[in-house]
């Protein structure tokens, strides 16, 4: 229904900044929400950052502030923007959207980029 491909995953020292891409393709009109995951190892995936189609966003309290998460309608792009990275930052960073076809409801993920802060 959705596909996500990520990108702009790395590795980066502590304090620096990345930006992740997803784009979105196939039923793209029918996305409400998109959003980033990370997950580390050995820990459950947790919400980072949301953007719903009219701009609303929502962060998770370890990142308001330095994370920044905008949304390109016309091009199906989401961004993440992360500044002041660091080592607690190091996940894989799964892109998600979420949305309503023909009356069901969807959750679509991508295949994830990493990141790793190093000290």
């Known amino acids: 229904q959705v596909q996500l491909v990520e990108s702009g995953g790395g590795l980066v020292q502590a304090g620096g900044s990345l930006r992740l891409s997803c784009v979105a393709s196939?039923?793209?009109?029918?996305?409400?929400?998109m959003a980033w995951y990370r997950q580390a190892p050995g820990k459950q995936r947790e919400l980072v950052a949301r953007i719903s189609s009219g701009g609303t966003t929502k962060y998770a309290d370890s990142v308001k502030g330095r994370f920044t998460i905008s949304r390109n309608n016309a091009k199906n792009i989401v961004y993440l923007q992360m500044n002041s990275l660091k080592p607690e930052d190091t996940a894989a960073y799964y892109c998600?959207?979420?949305?309503?076809?023909?009356?069901?409801?969807?959750?679509?993920w991508g295949q994830g980029t990493q990141v790793t802060v190093s000290s």
């Open positions: 196939g039923i793209i009109f029918s996305i409400d929400h």
């Open positions: 998600n959207a979420d949305g309503y076809y023909s009356g069901r409801s969807y959750d679509s």
